[in-house]
């Protein structure tokens, strides 16, 4: 049909027409990269809730009923809708305080960035911890989006050890035993990797597993430098904790995985017996007489009343389920007689045994390499071939887990993570103080590398409170980190510490001559040598965050004085509700809180179909 000398010009001008097409895409990509990046970095983190609140109208509408109404559309939240979702006679309402997810949203690299989607927490004025942080306060980011923390997290699926849930199970929590739940994080996980411990992983579920690639220029040095220490590449969600392992993260080719992304936006539209309402403010739970029959919310400055047939599931995470239980009058009795409210059910551990990992976030060395620093837009055309650093959060690469007893011996009570340069510290993250701040600004991003030093199995409990009787005010989060009478927790932090410093002795880091850095205002003068124990007990305590892993706030047990819902995570001594997030944790795992977080909304998805027949 066409002959030579008309087919090349006409190549020529589509080859053109398809370049230009994909650049000007590109463009807009850039475009709205820089500007969604600038907007959220200039973005004033709330004080409270009543700016995207407050109602002017005190009447309450009255709407209809639905069978279950899910609160909060986080981690667990997106399960639970997911799957009870499944039977169709079930009609099902998710309430979110947040707005969706945006593309922005969806690159991981962004995740330290995305101040619009988060509550804005910080911890009240710690005296153990938090030391280097503006007032004494560390930054306490909870996701308030669709999906959640899950939305807004460092995607680092790292499950804990086999010794946590047989923890639960012998506090006295049937069927939450290692082998008892294994089957359920495999339902929720789809592995993308090759080379894992079959056995103990899932194809098919919702949560992508991935490696990240390319590695960076110290990832080879840092593996060695762990087998110079006696730690194997290891499958750390497989047969073997203890080890060092590139990091298995939820993300799908280059994009987050949150809850949502992965289980609702599957079946967003076509559940007709779905409904999800977001920008909705939950401020109460509705009960009589020990019976929860619905909840009262804010949407658009109106407020209304929804109720439950069946149950209400609260899945508002582990800050703010604590408050929504206390707000309703379920809670401990004096504190809420002390506000004015009045007591529906008096159950004192809601909101106690408040337990995260402490996170030592300043390591620092110096190193003879020099990483390349791309350009946003060099950086950006990686990311659409699925190549890092967008790809991780924070650039966060490599994961050891240690114990500091016997470094190699099961369970492990550290955790190493590794962030690689070229360093990428945005400017708000952990709310450091001016002195902190500018130790933070004298790193070297092209040379510098950091560990961040993560304490497993804290013993220091902290909580969470009410500062008003209002969920139009935030609650008071008090984390008291490294407050354990006995001082376990921070001896643990320092052995830790201590114990990563003499992998500067490894032929590995001698090589890189990797040379620690750090420097610790209101400390150095301490400093006799360089593992003093004294300079580091103060290190700790001034330049400790958080890794943002709240957990037992609703903790699950058999005492009512102890613990807040049962082993099927329904509230002691009510009907008809149930806490289903991290608040629900009997005690922290060894290892990050989504995965656990999904595995248990799995497994109460599971208990709740068969409770009402629905499977
Ligand atoms: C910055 C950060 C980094 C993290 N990194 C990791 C990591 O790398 N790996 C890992 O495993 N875990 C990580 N975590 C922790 C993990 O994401 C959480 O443990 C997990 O998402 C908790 O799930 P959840 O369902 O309990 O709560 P969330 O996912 O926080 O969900 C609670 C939901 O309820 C909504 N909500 C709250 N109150 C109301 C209300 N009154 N009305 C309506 N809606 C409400 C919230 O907006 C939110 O969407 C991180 C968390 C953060 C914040």
Same mark, same amino acid.
């Given at each position: 049909?066409?002959?030579?000398?008309?087919?090349?010009?006409?190549?020529?001008?589509?080859?053109?027409?398809?370049?230009?097409?994909?650049?000007?895409?590109?463009?807009?990509?850039?475009?709205?990269?820089?500007?969604?990046?600038?907007?959220?970095?200039?973005?004033?983190?709330?004080?409270?809730?009543?700016?995207?609140?407050?109602?002017?109208?005190?009447?309450?509408?009255?709407?209809?009923?639905?069978?279950?109404?899910?609160?909060?559309?986080?981690?667990?939240?997106?399960?639970?809708?997911?799957?009870?979702?499944?039977?169709?006679? %079930?009609?099902?309402?998710?309430?979110?305080?947040?707005?969706?997810?945006?593309?922005?949203?969806?690159?991981?690299?962004?995740?330290?960035?995305?101040?619009?989607?988060? %509550?804005?927490?910080?911890?009240?004025?710690?005296?153990?911890?938090?030391?280097?942080?503006?007032n004494q306060q560390c930054d306490y980011?909870?996701?308030?989006?669709?999906?959640?923390?899950?939305?807004?997290?460092?995607?680092?699926?790292?499950?804990?050890?086999?010794?946590?849930?047989?923890?639960?199970?012998?506090?006295?929590?049937?069927?939450?035993?290692?082998?008892?739940?294994?089957?359920?994080?495999?339902?929720?996980?789809?592995?993308?990797?090759?080379?894992?411990?079959?056995?103990?992983?899932?194809?098919?579920?919702?949560?992508?597993?991935?490696?990240?690639?390319?590695?960076?220029?110290?990832?080879?040095?840092?593996?060695?430098?762990?087998?110079?220490?006696?730690?194997?590449?290891?499958?750390?969600?497989?047969?073997?904790?203890?080890?060092?392992?590139?990091?298995?993260?939820?993300?799908?080719?280059?994009?987050?995985?949150?809850?949502?992304?992965?289980?609702?936006?599957?079946?967003?539209?076509?559940?007709?017996?779905?409904?999800?309402?977001?920008?909705?403010?939950?401020?109460?739970?509705?009960?009589?007489?020990?019976?929860?029959?619905?909840?009262?919310?804010?949407?658009?400055?109106?407020?209304?009343?929804?109720?439950?047939?069946?149950?209400?599931?609260?899945?508002?995470?582990?800050?703010?389920?604590?408050?929504?239980?206390?707000?309703?009058?379920?809670?401990?009795?004096?504190?809420?007689?002390?506000?004015?409210?009045?007591?529906?059910?008096?159950?004192?551990?809601?909101?106690?045994?408040?337990?995260?990992?402490?996170?030592?976030?300043?390591?620092?060395?110096?190193?003879?390499?020099?990483?390349?620093?791309?350009t946003l837009r060099e950086n950006l055309?990686?990311?659409?071939?699925?190549?890092?650093?967008?790809?991780?959060?924070?650039?966060?690469?490599?994961?050891?887990?240690?114990?500091?007893?016997?470094?190699?011996?099961?369970?492990?009570?550290?955790?190493?993570?590794?962030?690689?340069?070229?360093?990428?510290?945005?400017?708000?993250?952990?709310?450091?103080?001016?002195?902190?701040?500018?130790?933070?600004?004298?790193?070297?991003?092209?040379?510098?590398?950091?560990?961040?030093?993560?304490?497993?199995?804290?013993?220091?409990?902290?909580?969470?409170?009410?500062?008003?009787?209002?969920?139009?005010?935030?609650?008071?989060?008090?984390?008291?980190?490294?407050?354990?009478?006995?001082?376990?927790?921070?001896?643990?932090?320092?052995?830790?510490?201590?114990?990563?410093?003499?992998?500067?002795?490894?032929?590995?880091?001698?090589?890189?001559?990797?040379?620690?850095?750090?420097?610790?205002?209101?400390?150095?003068?301490?400093?006799?040598?360089?593992?003093?124990?004294?300079? %580091?007990?103060?290190?700790?305590?001034?330049?400790?965050?958080?890794?943002?892993?709240?957990?037992?706030?609703?903790?699950?047990?058999?005492?009512?004085?102890?613990?807040?819902?049962?082993?099927?995570?329904?509230?002691?001594?009510?009907?008809?509700?149930?806490?289903?997030?991290?608040?629900?944790?009997?005690?922290?795992?060894?290892?990050?809180?989504?995965?656990?977080?999904?595995?248990?909304?799995?497994?109460?998805?599971?208990?709740?179909?068969?409770?009402?027949?629905?499977?």
């Amino acid at each position: 049909m066409f002959d030579i000398p008309t087919i090349f010009p006409l190549l020529f001008i589509l080859c053109t027409r398809v370049w230009s097409l994909q650049t000007d895409s590109f463009e807009e990509f850039y475009n709205y990269v820089e500007s969604k990046s600038n907007y959220e970095n200039q973005y004033v983190l709330p004080k409270n809730n009543r700016d995207l609140f407050e109602t002017s109208d005190a009447t309450i509408h009255v709407l209809g009923s639905y069978d279950f109404i899910i609160v909060g559309g986080g981690s667990a939240g997106s399960v639970l809708a997911s799957r009870l979702s499944e039977i169709k006679k %079930w009609k099902i309402l998710l309430l979110e305080a947040g707005g969706d997810e945006t593309a922005f949203s969806d690159i991981p690299g962004y995740g330290p960035n995305l101040r619009s989607m988060n %509550w804005g927490y910080s911890t009240i004025p710690q005296k153990t911890c938090c030391l280097g942080m503006q007032n004494q306060q560390c930054d306490y980011t909870r996701g308030k989006v669709l999906g959640g923390s899950s939305g807004t997290n460092a995607l680092v699926y790292a499950r804990g050890s086999y010794a946590d849930f047989d923890g639960w199970q012998a506090l006295g929590n049937s069927g939450w035993s290692y082998q008892d739940v294994l089957p359920y994080f495999k339902k929720s996980e789809h592995i993308d990797i090759s080379g894992y411990d079959v056995g103990y992983h899932g194809v098919g579920g919702p949560l992508h597993v991935n490696y990240t690639v390319p590695q960076s220029i110290i990832a080879d040095t840092f593996i060695e430098a762990c087998r110079q220490k006696g730690l194997e590449e290891v499958d750390y969600n497989g047969r073997n904790q203890m080890g060092v392992s590139k990091i298995q993260f939820n993300i799908n080719f280059n994009k987050r995985v949150s809850a949502s992304r992965a289980l609702i936006d599957p079946i967003k539209g076509s559940r007709k017996n779905l409904n999800i309402k977001l920008n909705t403010l939950v401020v109460k739970i509705l009960v009589k007489d020990t019976v929860a029959y619905g909840v009262e919310y804010i949407e658009a400055g109106k407020r209304y009343i929804v109720k439950a047939k069946k149950e209400v599931l609260l899945s508002a995470g582990s800050i703010n389920s604590p408050q929504l239980l206390l707000l309703s009058g379920l809670g401990p009795k004096a504190e809420l007689s002390k506000l004015g409210i009045r007591v529906k059910n008096n159950l004192p551990a809601v909101g106690k045994h408040l337990k995260d990992h402490p996170f030592y976030i300043n390591l620092f060395f110096r190193t003879n390499l020099t990483a390349m620093n791309p350009t946003l837009r060099e950086n950006l055309h990686r990311y659409l071939m699925g190549e890092a650093p967008l790809t991780r959060y924070n650039g966060l690469e490599l994961i050891a887990f240690i114990n500091t007893t016997n470094h190699t011996q099961s369970p492990p009570d550290i955790e190493y993570i590794l962030t690689p340069p070229p360093l990428n510290l945005p400017p708000h993250i952990y709310n450091t103080n001016d002195d902190y701040s500018h130790v933070f600004q004298g790193y070297n991003t092209t040379t510098d590398f950091t560990t961040g030093v993560i304490l497993l199995k804290p013993k220091s409990e902290g909580s969470v409170s009410l500062r008003t009787n209002s969920m139009l005010e935030f609650p008071l989060i008090d984390v008291r980190y490294f407050s354990d009478p006995e001082g376990r927790d921070i001896e643990t932090m320092y052995q830790g510490i201590k114990y990563f410093l003499s992998f500067t002795e490894t032929p590995a880091f001698k090589k890189i001559n990797a040379t620690l850095i750090s420097t610790h205002p209101g400390c150095e003068e301490l400093k006799k040598n360089p593992v003093d124990r004294d300079y %580091w007990y103060c290190a700790i305590r001034h330049a400790t965050s958080t890794a943002y892993h709240p957990v037992g706030t609703t903790r699950m047990g058999n005492s009512l004085q102890n613990s807040v819902v049962n082993n099927e995570c329904i509230v002691h001594n009510m009907k008809k509700l149930r806490v289903v997030d991290a608040g629900v944790l009997p005690d922290i795992v060894r290892g990050h809180t989504n995965a656990v977080t999904n595995m248990i909304a799995e497994k109460i998805s599971d208990v709740i179909k068969t409770h009402y027949g629905g499977k």
